[in-house]
């Protein structure tokens, strides 16, 4: 919280906030007009400049002294005043400006005239009352100021808070709305993306069947009893469902209308349930449950209102479309059969051209590639959707083998032995099924296709035909959202997911192999202070910026992620000593002392490092975090800006580095 907003209130003072060493960073127009300065010609120590030449040397010595103390302070000064250049006696009173972390960022500077009380003094002794009331005056002033300051940070706290749980909902909504994956999946990551949008342990999706509740979708400590089965007339969600309304059990141990064998199992004693609407029709719910009594707040109802909303006419969409891709399933289907069932009422010759015609038809103007081939495995049909997939026309298609024109090398041989199988003993393992494979188009490209294949005896001669389309689209939106899901969008580098997952892989190498590797836990010294100071925008291209710099000085097989905010580890595998991971953080550090230039802003900072290396015995992956964790904050604690070892003594190894 800057004082930017307080200094544009029309106080009677004069006003100012330093950084953590005591420099100027802001004053309000009182003192611009008193001391005829402006906000530029006041930063740093310029403003001193006002004060008389004979008071100048003890106010510079207290000043540093009083910001060492780090308790507030008071200074007696002339002033000059620039409406008349006479100079006025005034007392600064400097309070520190502390943060929730116990650090003092920044300082709060306040002046008071106390011109006639001092001059009085200097010949009449007896005004000491007056002067001593008047610094009373300001001393309740300052604690005024101070409440107004901690009344805004509060706020600005809350809103924070609420606009980034705002944020995430719209994200969570806008990519989930965007998701090209089936109903299951879906659902699955609804569920997922719950436990992050809320403090809940479990969250479900239940829908209706008849007169049950069942669990379609569940993740957390629910994720086991995916299939559970509720009767909709004795448990919490199914009388969501017949009020039409959302419900919450702050106490499942004491709540009738909730279902406590089922409780039991998913570990809710607490829980959340709102419908899921489609077309006006209640579908479902989504209930979140936590293992802990009164967990959740009008803040959460709200949310999981705000995701039902959205979730419920997109189930609707999916089931929709399920239907639809099973409906045209049974329609290849049934189309086999026919084809089946012409070729044995061959004698019907009328019925079999009119069947014949139909099926070109829907080959034709199907929106699926349809190939067929005979027994041979050369291609006997290629319909118009097959020439746009592949890029060979009909008539360059048929007479090919399959084999030599859009199957892989690579699996050219098991398509011969499957086919020369099938022949032998009428069985396939793959026909029937939707399989997903790769496939060769006319530019010798590879593309991903999703297809289905069945086979028609007709005048004892095997035929096989297929529908199949690219899935192109679909592969590279699952391929980003494994990315999203493993990786940040700010650095692009390793989430706490993928990086948990390597540093157990560096755990068993490191077991198996007998090698040494170390951990490093790091942040990037006040950051909070530069966000608040230059906003969110540069404190991100700052975090860009640094991880950057970091990623020079690692080396390849190094892996450097972000856990979140300005944290940050490394995973230095293949080290001889203790040493060379000390090597590496000296290397940060000396890195650090180039300050990062963002547009036309230049910002210097520190970092403290933590560093642990895996003991004799054996340790997990949290362990180890908990180690490089201690040996950080063990880092901060020695003035920052430097690193420490962590020791099993629990006590991180002196290692300072200035």
């Known amino acids: 919280m800057r004082l ?63 910001i060492k103390t780090g308790a507030p302070f008071e200074l007696t000064m002339r002033l000059r005043r620039a409406s008349d250049s006479s100079y006025r006696w005034h007392v600064c009173h400097i309070v520190p400006l502390g943060d929730e972390q116990g650090d003092i960022p920044g300082w709060l500077v306040s002046f008071t005239d106390i011109h006639g009380g001092q001059t009085q003094q200097e010949s009449d002794h007896s005004s000491v009352a ?96 995916k299939g559970l089965r509720l009767n909709l007339f004795s448990s919490l969600s199914g009388l969501c ?9 702050e106490d499942t141990a004491n709540d009738p209308r909730v279902n406590p064998e089922a409780c039991k199992k998913v570990g809710a004693a607490s829980m959340v349930v709102t419908p899921l609407y489609e077309e006006g029709n209640v579908i479902g719910v989504l209930k979140i449950i936590s293992d802990t009594p009164h967990a959740f707040d009008d803040e959460d109802l709200k949310t999981l209102e705000m995701m039902a909303g959205l979730i419920g006419s997109a189930i609707g969409r999916k089931i929709r479309m399920q239907e639809k891709e099973d409906l045209l399933a049974a329609k290849s289907l049934t189309l086999m059969q026919l084809e089946q069932e012409v070729a044995q009422r061959k004698q019907i010759e009328e019925q079999l051209k009119a069947s014949e015609m139909r099926t070109r038809r829907i080959i034709e103007s199907s929106h699926e590639a349809f190939i067929a081939m005979n027994s041979s495995g050369f291609i ?51 026909l029937g099924k939707r399989l997903e494979l790769l496939a060769l188009n006319i530019k010798g490209e590879k593309i991903p296709v999703e297809i289905t294949i069945s086979a028609i005896s007709a005048q004892e001669q095997w035929q096989f035909c297929a529908f199949l389309h690219d899935i192109s689209e679909r592969k590279q939106t699952e391929q980003k959202l494994r990315h999203l899901a493993q990786y940040d969008s700010l650095t692009s580098l390793p989430n706490r997911a993928l990086f948990y997952d390597r540093l157990n892989q560096a755990l068993a190498r490191s077991h198996r192999n007998q090698t040494l590797f170390a951990l490093m836990y790091l942040d990037i010294d006040h950051f909070k202070s530069i966000n608040d100071t230059h906003g969110h925008g540069v404190g991100d291209e700052l975090l860009s910026a640094f991880s950057s710099r970091i990623r020079l000085i690692i080396r390849e097989s190094d892996t450097l992620a972000r856990l979140g905010g300005d944290e940050f580890v490394i995973i230095a595998e293949n080290i001889s000593v ?36 895996p003991p004799p015995h054996a340790v997990n992956a949290d362990d180890l975090v908990k180690m490089a964790d201690k040996a950080l904050y063990s880092a901060k604690a020695a003035g920052r800006n430097t690193y420490r070892v962590y020791k099993e003594t629990n006590q991180a190894a002196e290692k300072p580095f200035r």
């Open 380 to 430: 006997t049909d290629w319909n118009p959707k097959a020439e746009e997939t592949f890029g060979w026309t009909a008539t360059e298609a048929i007479g090919r083998k399959l084999s030599e024109l859009i199957i892989p090398s690579g699996l050219r041989e098991r398509h011969e032995l499957g086919m020369r199988k099938f022949i032998e003993t009428g069985q396939g393992i793959v």
């Open 241 to 249: 469902v017949i009020d039409r309304k959302a419900l919450i059990s």
């Open 130 to 225: 007056k002067l001593r009331s008047e610094r009373e005056v300001l001393a309740t002033s300052n604690d005024y100021l101070l409440e107004i300051l901690r009344e805004y940070h509060e706020t600005e706290v809350r809103l924070e808070k609420a606009t980034e749980k705002l944020n995430q909902i719209v994200e969570t909504q806008f990519h989930l709305s965007q998701a090209e994956i089936d109903m299951a999946a879906f659902m699955q990551l609804v569920t997922d993306k719950m436990l992050t949008l809320t403090p809940a342990t479990g969250a479900v999706i239940e829908l209706m069947e008849g007169d049950e509740m069942v669990y379609q979708a569940a993740s957390g400590s629910a994720h086991q009893y």
């Open 578 to 613: 203790q040493g060379d991971a000390e090597h590496i953080a000296q290397k940060i550090l000396w890195a650090m002392k180039q300050a990062f230039q963002l547009n036309e802003l230049s910002i210097q900072v520190g970092t403290s490092i933590g560093v642990a290396l």
């Open 4 to 66: 930017t907003n307080l200094c544009e209130l029309p106080l009677p003072h004069l006003l100012a906030e330093t950084d953590h060493e005591g420099a100027w960073i802001e004053c309000n127009d009182l003192w611009r007009k008193y001391s005829g300065l402006s906000a530029a010609n006041s930063l740093g120590m310029r403003w001193i400049e006002v004060i008389h030449h004979d008071d100048v040397s003890v106010v510079q010595r207290r000043w540093r002294t009083g």
